[in-house]
């Protein structure tokens, strides 16, 4: 099965709160973690990703935070917007075997206005 | 900088047809994979591939699928006597060398068998 998955499959928020989008992955020897956002008939698009020696990384608006302790990923998003509804993956790349990416099965974020 | 390109974006085959996909890195970017996605779920890797060289064909189906990436040209993902099952949206990423962490992905091609 996947080594990575979701909490939950939807999140509902209101314009301009911080939203909280969790990951749960197996591999400890995982190196990278990434966050995609994907639209509505679009390529997922890459927004952030951490290293697995880091436990915190930002970005513009977005923080992620890696908790290896309990191999949990998760996405912080500032003041939502309504262009930040979309579904949001986490995957993971390990570097010492296939270059490949394991997806999460994603969350749908709603950004109620 | 143009982004990863694919076409086409749209594809309908009827059962027993072929299927071609095409995909075109980022500049700079020498690798290649290929996912699938099935309705609301997450991608599945199928196959990645450097310039003439199939690296990793570790989660595609071992009949009627094939991948190229010739020294010249897109890459290609070929389905050869296509089946409903295979209706989905495939994606193609390209990364750096070295970098496989940091993909980037093109707009996909929906494919549609009837």
């Known amino acids: 099965g996947e080594s990575v998955g979701l909490h939950l499959p939807t999140l509902s928020v209101q314009e301009g709160d911080n939203s909280i989008i969790n990951c749960a992955y197996s591999?400890?020897?995982?190196?990278?973690f990434i966050w995609y956002k994907q639209e509505s008939g679009k390529g997922p698009q890459f927004i952030i990703d951490?290293?697995?020696?880091?436990d915190k990384r930002q970005g513009q608006r977005v923080t992620v935070l890696l908790n290896k302790t309990v191999k949990h990923l998760s996405l912080q998003i500032a003041a939502t917007q309504p262009g930040d509804s979309a579904v949001y993956f986490c995957?993971?790349?390990?570097?010492?075997?296939?270059?490949?990416?394991?997806f999460g099965k994603g969350t749908k974020l709603t950004v109620n206005p | 900088n143009a982004g990863v390109m694919q076409n086409p974006r749209h594809l309908v085959r009827r059962r027993g047809q072929e299927a071609r996909l095409r995909c075109s890195p980022m500049?700079?970017?020498?690798?290649v994979y290929w996912y699938r996605q099935l309705p609301e779920e997450g991608l599945k890797f199928m196959v990645y591939?450097?310039?003439?060289?199939?690296?990793?064909e570790s989660g595609m189906p071992k009949e009627r699928f094939s991948a190229e990436f010739p020294k010249e040209g897109p890459s290609i993902l070929r389905i050869q006597q296509v089946v409903r099952g295979d209706s989905a949206a495939y994606f193609c990423?390209?990364?750096?060398?070295?970098?496989?962490?940091?993909?980037?992905f093109g707009p996909g091609t929906r494919l549609t068998v009837t």
């Open positions: 990423a390209s990364s750096p060398p070295y970098r496989a962490y940091e993909q980037y």
């Open positions: 591999n400890s020897a995982s190196d990278y």
């Open positions: 951490i290293r697995s020696n880091m």
């Open positions: 995957a993971e790349n390990y570097q010492g075997g296939s270059e490949k990416l394991v």
């Open positions: 500049k700079g970017h020498s690798h």
């Open positions: 591939l450097q310039k003439e060289n199939i690296i990793d």
